[in-house]
Nanobody
Framework: QLQASGGGLVQAGGSLRLSCAAS????????MGWFRQAPGKEREFVAA????????YYSDSVKGRFTISRDNAKKTVYLQMNSLKLEDTAVYYC???????????????????????WGQGTQVTVSS
């Protein structure tokens, strides 16, 4: 199971840190990703991190503003979001891929169909 938390209401330019805690699985073997879905839009890739934390991947829309990290001892992946914009408003989901190779790459990591487990989502609302 994946449990996402940390969402909330923040003003544009502000920051939030999302967390996703895993239970009942071998977290350290999983590629972990963050996706988001805004009302009326399809789910889109935000960021992903390899199982050893060495490789990270970002969508162009968040690169330079968001940082993904993980703590395998705590079975938790984080998404630090800085310089938030109105268009970052969405429900954010964490996901786990237990079959990814260590060097999965951006193309593979950004596809939601590759992920096996999903968290319940946490709402992020950015206000002006």
């Amino acid at each position: 199971q994946l449990q996402a938390s940390g969402g909330g209401l923040v003003q544009a330019g502000g920051s939030l840190r999302l967390s996703c805690a895993a239970s009942g699985r071998t977290f350290s073997r999983d590629l972990m990703g963050w996706f988001r879905q805004a009302p009326g839009k399809e789910r889109e890739f935000v960021a992903a991190i390899s199982r050893n934390g060495v490789s990270t991947y970002y969508s162009d829309s968040v690169k330079g503003r968001f940082t993904i990290s993980r703590d395998n001892a705590k079975k938790t992946v984080y998404l630090q979001m800085n310089s938030l914009k109105l268009e970052d408003t969405a429900v954010y989901y964490c996901a786990a891929d237990q079959n990814a190779i260590l060097t999965a790459g951006l193309s593979y990591s950004s596809r939601p169909e590759n992920y096996d487990y999903w968290g319940q989502g946490t709402q992020v609302t950015v206000s002006s």
